[in-house]
């Protein structure tokens, strides 16, 4: 884990809660399957994002 950052998903006093992991490389499937198994977490994303300095490929064009 490069970073870790964790918060409300609302405004709300003990609402949902929210956490971005930033990793060093794509997780394998079998960690996301085990994250998902815990029953207080309701979903996980994976976002790959352009490596510093280069622009996504949908705005390159």
Avoid: T, Y
Wanted: no cysteine.
């Amino acid at each position: 884990i490069g970073q870790m950052s964790v918060g409300r998903s609302g405004d709300v006093a003990g609402g949902p809660a929210i956490g971005v992991l930033n990793l060093d490389s794509e997780p394998p499937q079998a960690a996301l399957d085990e994250v998902l198994a815990h029953p207080h977490i309701h979903s996980a994303i994976v976002v790959q994002l352009p490596k510093a300095g280069e622009l996504p490929a949908w705005m390159a064009s």
